[in-house]
């Protein structure tokens, strides 16, 4: 202990030298997938935190204090993920951590910011990360439950009321499967046939087929998420089914209408960000701006098209920022968990966010927008 | 009746990507008696190369010509690199060695092409052929008609040529057959090459159907060793049945019973099988000469 406290010392000492002429530093922690199974999810997220960092760094930094970035790639292994939270805090002493890009990282990283009490921004889908609330954990994707809530509502406004649905069994698919079943029956909606497939299954054309053949099936609906939705999208349209089908948001991306085929997707609806139609936007929509700069800032870096997940580790990013700019104090952990929770209408790619005491999602309905893929492109129909 | 047609009809859609991937295991089983287990990668490096040629600007034919090529040249080093370098290691020792090298693979493609998923166009058009009520795509004809292919090309190289002989009698025994003049390096580096060469084909076919990406080929390697098991491991015959028959049995269990156990009849089936007969349906019987 001595001798830990000696080194310590120490190396406070010869900090204190060399930071003497630099100016003090706001050091956050970032641990994502960015390699591994979830690379998908993490590769963005990496890019953009790395991105956004110069940029405020090259603008001078939050009051004049720039952000020292400790960026680990945890390989969506939640062990992994764990070490690294223990390090950004324990040895790397960051004041706010970001990151978790899979729900099983995240859980990892969660029990490590409210044990430490250091501020932590999810960037992963399920609903347990927040309920019950957790004192220093808040997450920036909106939940499955939310995408389920909206495609029910868009389908109350067609008058339907009776449908089936066919589920990838990957913990995407799984999770939203549940969700949709739960909250299906306050939106008056009623599933009549409830189909599963595996998520790198060749053809569903039985599974629909089974749905086709269930009385007064008025629409499909497809949780899933990878190559399934899309040989889905292709097998309905090769049945030549007349009832709507709907997707949800985990293949809202233009890559999903190039893979599943611009015809056989023409006219299927999917709950997505505004972040998808970035070049449909009004100028006076209240995201055109934050969705604006980030596209074309991510776009001239990277030469590569952004991405909802990237989006998420955007806002994740933005919400620090603004949090550590009203703390008015960069170095007490308390103090930006504390403006973290007053964040109060804070316009990202995501949504617009306002976090409570009650509420550390800050997202609503609004956030989502209902598409309908029309020629080969999104058309936003709400 | 239209429902079952359809349940057929994808059956034996799922079922010709199964065969095509076990009738790849056959020819590596045959020269070594080793499983390949880099089989999936060698299908999915089909698909990957044809989509990035095609997409650079070469027309499909020629792209995945070069896919095949190129994936037949990555067979051969693996033979030459990998399985070489250990020979007289037990067999189990270079399944695994081919382990390591579908892990390396998949890697170095995640690396060199991307993370995506892709997919090029269906050969001959995206209109559903309807009959008696149920409907195929044109390019499930192609992966059946291609599995069918391959089985005959298989069937007629180890029983009408000189070479496929050569090929068994070095699984047979490499001793008795270098004694009587087959050159055992060169039979093993045409197998790794061959088997390369059908899963980039198998690639190619399947692609517009199942789509590609870097990480397709462990599930597809897992069914298509499931198919071979059950039609009996080194019998191309064996290969096409148990695909097929792999795949009319989830379709026909989704159809009928439930979508959540499909695979699970499947798998039950499977093992029933190969309790009866341990060398699948027609695989050779195993006699140690002593």
């Known amino acids: 202990m001595m001798s830990k406290t000696t080194t310590a010392l120490a190396t406070f000492a010869a900090l204190g030298v060399l930071a003497g002429a630099a100016q ?91 044990d430490e009490g250091i501020p932590f921004i999810s960037l992963a889908g399920a609903i347990s990360i927040i309920d019950p609330v957790r004192e220093f954990v808040f997450k920036t994707p909106h939940t499955d439950r939310m995408a389920c809530e909206k495609i029910f509502t868009d389908m109350q406004a067609q008058g339907i009321t009776r449908i089936g649905m066919i589920s990838g069994t990957d913990g995407f698919g799984a999770s939203m499967q549940a969700q949709c079943k739960e909250v299906a029956g306050e939106h008056g909606i009623e599933i009549l046939a409830d189909e599963t497939y595996g998520p790198q299954d060749a053809d569903m054309t039985p599974q629909l087929t089974r749905i086709r053949n269930t009385d007064g099936v008025q629409a499909v609906l497809n949780p899933g998420f990878g190559q399934g939705p899309a040989i889905v999208t292709r097998n309905v349209a090769q049945l030549g089914f007349e009832i709507p089908l709907y997707q949800s948001h985990g293949v809202a991306s233009d890559a999903f209408i190039e893979l599943a085929g611009a015809d056989a997707a023409e006219g299927l609806r999917l709950p997505g960000t505004a972040l998808l139609i970035a070049d449909k936007l009004a100028e006076d929509d ?39 700019t009203r703390a008015g104090d960069s170095e007490d952990p308390q103090a930006i968990r504390d403006a973290l929770e007053a964040t109060d209408g804070l316009v990202g790619t995501t949504g617009t966010y306002s976090f409570s005491p009650e509420d550390h999602l800050g997202l609503d309905l609004s956030a989502f927008r209902m598409l309908e893929i029309k020629d080969g492109d999104w058309l936003a129909v709400d | ?130 009959v008696l009520g149920a409907t195929i795509l044109p390019q499930s004809l192609w992966v059946i008609g291609g599995a069918l292919a391959v089985f ?17 009698a070095t699984a047979n025994n490499r001793v008795a057959a270098q004694l009587v003049g087959i050159n055992t390096g060169w039979v093993m580096t045409l197998s790794f090459g061959l088997s390369a060469a059908i899963g980039a084909f198998a690639g190619v076919l399947v692609t517009p159907i199942t789509l590609v990406g870097y990480d397709v080929g462990v599930a597809l390697a897992l069914k298509g060793f499931a198919a071979a098991m059950l039609g009996g491991m080194g ?24 979508s959540q156990y499909k695979e699970a009849v499947a798998f039950i089936v499977i093992l029933g099988v190969l309790f009866v007969m341990p060398q699948g349906l027609f695989g050779r019987k195993s006699t140690e000469r002593v």
């Open chain 1, 286 to 324: 209240a995201q055109y701006e934050v969705v604006t700069s980030y596209t074309e800032a991510y776009k001239a870096r990277y030469d590569q098209d952004v991405s909802t997940f990237g989006g998420y580790a955007h806002d994740a990013f933005a919400l620090i920022v603004d949090a550590i």
């Open chain 2, 235 to 258: 019998n191309p015959k064996g290969a096409l049945v148990g695909g097929l028959l792999l795949g009319c049995f989830e379709a026909l269990t989704a159809g009928y019973l439930s």
């Open chain 1, 24 to 114: 003090a530093e706001i050091r956050l922690g970032v641990s994502v997938s960015a390699t591994g199974p979830a690379a998908f999810l993490g590769d963005p997220e990496a890019k953009t935190i790395e991105m956004l960092v110069e940029q405020l760094n090259e603008e001078g930094g939050i009051n004049g204090e720039e952000i020292a970035l400790t960026l680990y790639d945890d390989g969506g292994d939640p062990n992994k993920a764990r070490t690294f939270a223990t390090r950004l805090v324990e040895d790397d002493e960051v004041v706010a951590i970001i990151g978790g890009s899979t729900t099983g990282t995240t859980m990892s990283i969660l029990s490590v910011a409210e």
């Open chain 2, 1 to 130: 009746m239209d429902a079952l047609l359809q349940f057929l009809f994808s059956g034996l859609t799922v079922g010709a990507v199964y065969a095509l991937v076990a009738l790849g295991f056959t020819i590596i089983y045959n020269a070594s008696d080793v499983v390949n287990f880099a089989q999936g990668e060698f299908v999915m490096l089909g698909g990957m190369i044809t989509v990035f040629a095609f997409e650079a600007g070469l027309p499909l034919p020629l792209a995945a010509l070069l896919a095949i090529l190129v994936t037949s040249a990555i067979g051969v080093a693996l033979n030459k690199l990998a399985i070489e370098p250990a020979r007289g290691a037990p067999v189990v020792s270079l399944i695994i060695i081919t382990i390591g090298a579908s892990i390396v693979i998949r890697g170095a493609t995640q690396l060199v092409f991307d993370k995506q998923l892709h997919r090029f166009p269906s050969f001959s058009g995206d209109d559903p052929i309807h």
């Open chain 2, 152 to 168: 005959v090309g298989l069937w007629i190289f180890f029983t009408r040529t000189l070479t496929g002989k050569a090929v068994l």
